[in-house]
């Protein structure tokens, strides 16, 4: 069976591009790995209506939603490969199962690299954090440590006292000049040069020279990539982020692949639920259209042929009359106009008829 999109990841941004296909009465396959970004956090915030969910259920409850739709198809699993072209991809999974699609959407999230600290990736989504609009709110005002990884932690960190009193750990990764330093402190930033031997506790962080400072949280930056190569390796661009790569797409979410569609962290920064979703929701509703317009063509094309041959069959249909030719002779030239009919129809129909190609 050749489906009329295949959606490759399941999560929020793929669930939403999907919802709208499925409302487009398209028949669609999604194939997920069950590997969410946000696996690791036991809530999600900053998302409309469901603000302090846990993430899994916000998942779930789309899940659930979708499959009431019947020209939904959902395996659970991995997409191995995707080869193809417009109106025909096909992707392979593990064992050799094949699937075709006339459209193919990725929407397969970004891996996070993290600092290579001890107990930072155990923490990660519990009090190791990526985003203060995410998380915040809940520490409370109170102590906030930044640990850098380059030279855009600086933003972090000058985002982050509206949240707290803020720690910047430099960890020899970044070097801070007069104006940026004059700049922290003004907020109030408290800057530590002293490098990080790891992290115990809940958030504390212990230095090379024996000091532990204790944190209600820790932000970081990750270096993010395409969680899955399946896009890179069918021959989609990727470019480069402030903060790794990610799927190069143009407006309408379409990757440099005719036909290939990208959406959610995997094709767009920021990053977060509501964003991920909307940019789902625009690449779904972009995609019944090409698929249609694909559609309308080649029934466009056929009516062409059939009415080129009827053509063919009769005598050459007499050129347009000139308006003002038109008006002296209504009922041979617009027989609508003659019977009393409204101007702008009778135009119409001249069109329909006088250019039969
Ligand atoms: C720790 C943490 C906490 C966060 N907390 C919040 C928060 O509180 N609020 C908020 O708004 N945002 C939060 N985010 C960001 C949020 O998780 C992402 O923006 C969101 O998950 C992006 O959705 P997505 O659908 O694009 O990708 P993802 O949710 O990452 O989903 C991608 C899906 O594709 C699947 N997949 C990948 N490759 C393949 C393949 N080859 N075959 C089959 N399936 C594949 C994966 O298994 C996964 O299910 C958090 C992020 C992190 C890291």
């Known amino acids: 069976m050749q489906h009329d999109v295949i959606v490759i990841g399941g999560s929020y941004s793929g669930m939403a591009a999907a919802l709208q296909l499925l409302r487009a009465r398209r028949s669609v396959l999604v194939i997920d790995a069950g590997q969410r970004r946000n696996r690791f956090a036991a809530h999600s915030y900053g998302f409309l209506g469901q603000d302090g969910a846990d993430p899994a259920d916000i998942a779930a409850a789309a899940r ?11 395996i ?3 997409a191995e490969t995707a080869s193809g072209q417009k109106d025909d991809f096909v992707v392979m999974q593990q064992q050799g199962a094949q699937h075709r699609g006339r459209r193919l959407l990725f929407a397969t999230g970004v891996s996070d690299t993290l600092p290579d600290i001890e107990g930072l990736q155990d923490r990660w989504g519990v009090s190791v954090f990526l985003c203060p609009y995410c998380h915040g709110y809940e520490l409370d005002n109170g102590r ?12 972090q960190a000058q985002l982050l006292p509206e949240w707290g009193e ?3 750990f430099t960890n020899q990764a970044v070097t801070i000049d007069d104006a940026s330093r004059a700049d922290l402190e ?5 800057i530590e040069p002293a490098p990080i031997a790891r992290i115990e506790g809940h958030a504390d962080v212990v230095l090379s020279d024996g000091r532990k400072l204790p944190f209600a949280g820790i932000f970081t930056a990750s270096r993010n990539m ?8 069918m021959g989609c661009a990727l470019h480069d982020t402030p903060f790794g790569a990610q799927i190069k797409t143009d407006d309408a979410k379409q990757t440099t692949v005719p036909g290939a569609f990208a959406c959610g962290d ?3 920064v920021p990053h977060s639920l509501s964003l991920a979703v909307g940019d789902g929701a625009w690449a779904g509703a972009n995609l019944p259209s090409v698929i249609g317009v ?10 062409r042929r059939s009415a080129a041959s009827r053509v063919a069959k009769v005598r050459p249909l007499p050129r347009a009359a000139p308006r003002s030719a038109c008006a002296s002779r209504p009922a041979r030239c617009c027989p609508g106009r003659a019977a009393g009919r409204p101007a702008r129809r009778n135009r119409s129909s001249h069109r329909e008829t006088d250019r039969p190609s």
């Open 266 to 268: 995997a094709a767009r």
């Open 166 to 168: 803020v720690t910047l």
């Open 294 to 303: 694909a559609r309308r063509l080649s029934r466009s094309i056929r009516l």
């Open 64 to 74: 659930r939603q979708l499959e009431t739709y019947p020209t939904l198809t959902w």
């Open 226 to 233: 395409p969680a899955s190569p399946i896009a890179e390796l």
């Open 144 to 155: 906030i440590a930044v640990i850098a990884i380059g030279p855009m932690s600086l933003h």
């Open 186 to 190: 003004g907020r109030g930033v408290v």
């Open 76 to 78: 659970d699993g991995l």
